[in-house]
């Protein structure tokens, strides 16, 4: 049987309640915690969901969708991008190409070719890839359910035939993805193992290994696809309860690993893996005895596939509603909403590097429960018992003292990544990404190496036992720790870890027992930064016997925004577990050390070039106890530097000046340190107002009636859509209106300069502190034989340039507004007049 199986599950009702628990069932149900709710378990404190949720009301297809009100506000991005020319491959059992609601956007014309041999994924078999492409673009037709990129195209390649070139557990498998790079723009994939052996076998350290196979195919796509941009791979983390890293050949950087959480609570589902490899997480399933829900989506034509369920406890199926189903889930579901949203992040820019569609992710996502929540576990009676179930092993914790989001580091969990995907942050943030840079690819990414001999061993302790997933939450002993230096300056996106180990493996039955060289079981890994970011790998592992020395490697998503150079920390215990080994229970023990580590450092060369982002999180981090000073923000070296706020969704108002600052929805947000000074700002969906500063400012307004004010540089001023208030202040400014009926103010007393105007048109209006020359007294006004217009009678003085605009046409006098002098375009045709 193929060891990579789809990740979903079909609907699982109380009789049959068959998703996984963990590794073996969780503890009995003590008498005194709370009830058929999910709750902290050092507090007993209910958990709830701490992230709005968004009406979808607007577009009536999306009545049963509830996982689309979960993305942030993504009914106001489909009004600006809905994935349209975004080509989407679906690695998966097939789509049914000719489905009502998936054929306008199928595209059979692009499926797979692998070296002439054109892979079908357009069939009539099982349920799971049709699912699955509905999530990620349903067609909007006011019929069944809307797919979140719904203009986007689709095709399927099937990758669990043994004979075609695409089967998954092929030693070619690499050749697809490789192929696949240059037809796709996003490559789903809701499949993957579960619970490999952590061993030189399983590592893609081993260039023999179907690990380094998969990592393979996958470097292939980055590297590759999109003229060197990069496709970009979204992988569904699994439906284990274990942790992601033991299937190490799809943790690479190259991967965008998914995990799942509830609708009722924003907390983990009880199914999906974590670890220290998570990206971000998706709305998704859970167990109906848990207060589970699933989600909506395409289903097999007719009676074929899951179906939908009438009443879903009881399991009766309404076969009215079959080509859809209500009962899809896994992170199956929570990966294509992501390729979702990545698809809607092209569409609004498709100058994005791969590299910068997975830091947008990061800094874009959200935390879908409170900081401070501590575990969780869920108490109720599950699968036929009363059981408590562990949720989330861990609590956010800060992550990047650099990262410069929301004034300060970004948040990270094991159980969620940096958290909850936020399809309208991200979007709003990938349109105007480009304005900060060139395009993060595997071109221009830095790499660096250190390797240490570390020699040191931690020692079995049969007392320290852990309980279900207990071990995943923290240390149970003393960990031994082991310190290095790392030269090299590197902004990092990511860190691979190789350790070289012996892990001597003893179980003691109270006979005698035996003990064994073993892959890497029941282990605990530490990896702390010089600013204290950490990565925390948790592993029961197989109790595989193998022989003698191995080695592993881990990759670890969790350092975005962390400077490499300075002391890092390896630190790593072992812990015992109780196993049934016949009639009788043992003990295992792990007596592990650590030979030697390799870590790899991915990620840009260090700039003085900053950009400081916001989102609608900012004032929840800022909230957070010992993070006050996000309220200030303070630029200590120079460069051209950024606020992008584009992902804030009320008004702003930004001032650059030294003692300027910013308000988010009216509300004092963060002071601009004296000293500190930013040249450039970009702001979202509000009516804003930013002031520039004596530099040479570049402003842009996006959408919303904007005010903006340059000063003395030569500024570059951009409204947006919107009716915008252009001033370009002193200095030579290049002024832009965008959509919308715009104003462009001049003090036009010898102190504006020489501007210029790239887009003025019927509608937008000159407004100046004085009259402009009209000779003949008939209210229209020429420009000079060169097409410029002088603003203040000199033709020494101030000047603008107005691109595109005939200079024979000129303008007309248009009145007084609030004591300026207002000029339009002058629509008729005036002769002889210069």
Known sequence: MSRHLPTARTIELDANDTLPLASGPDTAAPASTPRDMSYDTRTGAQVKLAMPVYSTASVAETADQWHLGYLGDITKIWQDFTGKGVKVGVFDDGVQGWHWDLAPNYDAANHLNVDGFVVNGS??????GTAVAGLIAAARNDRGGVGIAYDAKLSGVSIYTDWEPSYVDGRDFWKAQQAAAHQYDVVNNSWGGGGSSLDTGNSRSNPDSMASMYAKGWAALAEQGRDGLGTISVKSAGNSAADVESEGGDTTRHTI???????????????????????????????????????????????????WYANLNSGEIDYSKSDYTNGFGGTSASGPIVTGVVSLMLDANDQLGWRDVRTILAQSAKMPIAFDTGPVSYTGFIQGADRTVMMNESQFRLSGEAANVNGGALHYSNDYGYGAVDGYAAVRMAEVWSLFGAAKTSANEVHATVAANVGLVAEGDASAIAVSRQAQSGFL?????????????????????????????????????SSYDSDLTNVQIRVIAPDGTEAFIAQPGTMRGVDGAQEFTFGLAGFQGTESKGTWTLEFATYARTIDQG????????????????????????????????????????????????????????????INAAAVSTDVVLDLGTTGGASFGGTRAFSIQRGTVIENAVTGDGNDQVTGNAGANKLYGMRGDDKLYGLAGNDTIDGGAGNDWIDGGKGNDILTGGAGNDVFFFDNKGTSGFDRITDFSAGDKLMLTAALRDSNRDGIITFGRDGILNLDKSTRGDKLLLDGVDPDSGLKFAGMENGYYVYVLNTGHVDGLS
């Open 257 to 307: 690993n998914v995990g799942a959480y509830r609708q009722v609570d924003g907390v983990a589902a009880s199914y999906s893996n974590s670890g220290a490899a998570l990206l971000l997480s998706a709305p998704s399933s859970d167990r109906l005895s848990m207060q589970g829900t699933y989600l909506v989506t395409t289903d097999l034509l007719g009676d074929d596939g899951i179906n």
């Open 583 to 642: 009639d009788q229970s043992a003990v295992v023990t792990s007596d592990l050390t650590i030979n030697s580590l390799k870590m790899d450092l991915y990620g840009a060369a260090p700039t003085n070039d900053d950009v400081y982002s916001y989102t609608n999180e900012f004032f929840t981090m800022l909230a957070i106890a010992g993070e006050s000073d996000r309220a200030v923000l303070s630029d200590k070296n120079g460069g051209n530097d950024w």
């Open 123 to 128: 069939w009539d078999g099982p349920y799971h």
């Open 477 to 513: 002993t003393t960990p031994v720790r082991y310190t290095f230096e790392v030269g090299d300056t590197v902004d990092l996106e990511h860190l691979d870890l190789t350790l070289n180990f012996l892990n001597r493996v003893t179980i003691d039955d109270g006979n005698g027992g």
